[in-house]
C-alpha cells in the first residue's frame, strides 16, 4: 500500500510569490488532514477534509492560505502570497475512517523556505 | 505553555539502554499517540493509548497513560542506533465534532542513541 505522497519535497520561493503544495493521500482515505511546523515550534494543525468538504479549517493562519480537495482524491493547499513567516514544514496526513481512535499517517512533508 | 509538552528535549543514551520520554497535557482527551520522526521524514505512527487504557506494548515500546495526572510516558527498551530520531505525543480531544478530529502535538524529545 503507498503511503501519503508529498510534493515538492523542498520549495524555495521569494516573499510575495505564490507556492502550491500537493498531497496525495492513501487511497480509500477519506480523511486528509493539513499540518505545519515552523521554526522551533511544534506542529500545529491546519485543516481536515472529509471526502471534499472541509470539516475543520481552525487552524488555518489567514486568508493566504488555501486548501482544496475537489473531488475528495488529492488536496492542494496554496500560500498567496508567501510570507517570511510561512517558512517550514508542512505535514499532510490521512485516516480512513471517522473518529478519535483511527492513527492517521504522515507524508514526508514539503519543506518551505521563504527568502 | 503547550498541550502536549514532552521532556526531556533531549536525551542521548548508549545502544542497550533503555529511554525513556514524557508527556504533559492540558485537556481531556480521547487517546493520546506516540509518533517517531527521522530527520527529513514524516511521522511514524508508533502506539495509540486510548484515555481507558493504562497501559500498552508493541515490541519494543512500552506507553503508560495517568488521566489523572494528564501524562503519559514512553520506554524504548534494548534501545538501537536505528532509534535514533525525534519522538512526539500528540493528543486528540474528547470533544466529537469540528475539533475531535485534530492532533495536538508537543514539541518532541530528540533521542539519540550512540552505537
Known amino acids: 500500500e503507498a503511503g501519503v505522497t508529498q510534493f515538492p519535497s523542498h520549495s524555495v520561493i521569494e516573499k510575495g510569490q505564490t507556492v502550491t503544495l500537493r498531497c496525495d493521500p492513501i487511497?480509500?482515505?477519506?480523511?486528509l488532514y493539513w499540518y505545519r511546523r515552523v521554526m522551533g515550534k511544534e506542529i500545529k494543525f491546519l485543516l481536515h477534509?472529509?471526502?471534499?468538504?472541509?470539516?475543520?479549517e481552525s487552524g488555518m493562519p489567514n486568508n493566504r492560505f488555501l486548501a482544496e480537495r475537489t473531488g475528495g482524491t488529492y488536496s492542494t493547499l496554496k500560500v498567496q502570497p508567501a510570507e517570511l513567516e510561512d517558512s517550514g514544514v508542512y505535514f499532510c496526513?490521512?485516516?480512513?475512517?471517522?473518529?478519535?481512535?483511527?492513527?492517521?499517517?504522515f507524508g514526508d512533508g514539503t519543506r518551505l523556505s521563504i527568502l | 505553555s503547550q498541550q502536549g509538552e514532552e521532556d526531556p528535549q533531549a536525551l542521548s543514551i548508549q545502544e542497550g539502554e533503555n529511554a525513556t520520554m514524557n508527556c504533559s497535557y492540558k485537556?481531556?482527551?480521547?487517546?493520546l499517540q506516540w509518533y517517531r520522526q527521522n530527520s527529513g521524514r514524516g511521522l511514524v505512527h508508533l502506539i495509540l493509548?486510548?484515555?481507558?487504557?493504562r497501559e500498552k506494548h508493541s515490541g519494543r515500546l512500552r506507553v503508560t497513560l495517568d488521566t489523572s495526572k494528564k501524562s503519559s510516558s514512553l520506554l524504548i527498551t534494548a534501545s538501537r542506533a536505528a532509534d535514533t530520531a525525534s519522538y512526539f505525543c500528540?493528543?486528540?480531544?474528547?470533544?466529537?465534532?469540528?475539533?475531535?478530529?485534530?492532533?495536538?502535538f508537543g514539541e518532541g524529545t530528540q533521542l539519540t542513541v550512540n552505537p
Open positions: 496526513a490521512s485516516s480512513q475512517g471517522w473518529g478519535s481512535n483511527q492513527p492517521q499517517h
Open positions: 487511497s480509500g482515505h477519506d480523511n
Open positions: 477534509f472529509v471526502k471534499e468538504s472541509k470539516q475543520d
Open positions: 485537556t481531556s482527551i480521547n487517546n
Open positions: 493509548i486510548r484515555s481507558n487504557e
Open positions: 500528540a493528543t486528540h480531544g474528547s470533544h466529537y465534532g469540528t475539533s475531535g478530529s485534530r492532533l495536538t
